[in-house]
């Protein structure tokens, strides 16, 4: 599933092959995936040039993996970690509800509301914010202390400001204090 590659260090392979250097790098390049993992793992790997073994050791080579997409690969050491950065629905919901809850807090401080303040949030539908607030209601109001949160279809809300939740998605966004 991960692709790694070894990078042979000139610097430290010359002084410790001296003229064998050559067909070291040449081996190295030629590792099984078998054969790089053995190595992290152990730091270091019997290797036989011209009939003789040497030992190759982690701070030999550098070790490098190939991107996948939709995947960040990291290794240190003996661990490599890759991690699915793939975003479906529901994850682009939550950045929306959580982008939200930022710009509904934000105008609750410009507000001059007091932390504890209840209130009723009015938020402009628009076809990309509807699933996620939908889903993410109880969520919203919970971290808003939002009473009700409602999407108007109204052009213009009163009372309301503009707030951009992603670089192509705007809305406008009103709150009013309730008793």
């Not at 019997?46 to 050791?57: I, R, T």
């Not at 479906?88 to 919901?93: C, G, I, Y």
């Not at 509800?97 to 710009?103: D, H």
């Amino acid at each position: 599933m991960i692709v790694k590659k070894i990078r042979p260090d000139f610097k430290a392979l010359g002084p410790k092959f001296g003229k064998m250097m050559k067909e070291a790098a040449a081996r190295l390049q030629q590792f099984s995936a078998a054969e790089i993992n053995e190595l992290q793992k152990n730091g270091e790997i019997a290797l036989e040039l011209n009939g003789e073994k040497v030992m190759v050791s982690r701070t030999d080579v550098e070790i490098l993996t190939e991107d996948i997409p939709g995947w960040l690969v990291a290794a240190e050491g003996a661990y490599t970690v890759a991690l699915d950065v793939t975003l479906d629905a529901s994850l682009k919901e939550e950045g929306l509800a959580r982008e939200l809850v930022n710009k509904i807090q934000n105008l609750r401080k410009t507000s001059g509301l007091e932390v504890t303040d209840r209130i009723d949030i009015i938020v402009k539908n628009h076809p990309e914010l509807t699933a996620a607030v939908e889903n993410n209601k109880a969520y919203i109001c919970a971290e808003t202390l939002g009473n009700t949160l409602e999407l108007s279809s109204v052009e213009e809300i009163l009372g309301a400001v503009q707030v951009e939740l992603t670089e192509e998605l705007t809305t406008q966004l009103a709150i009013t204090k309730t008793n």
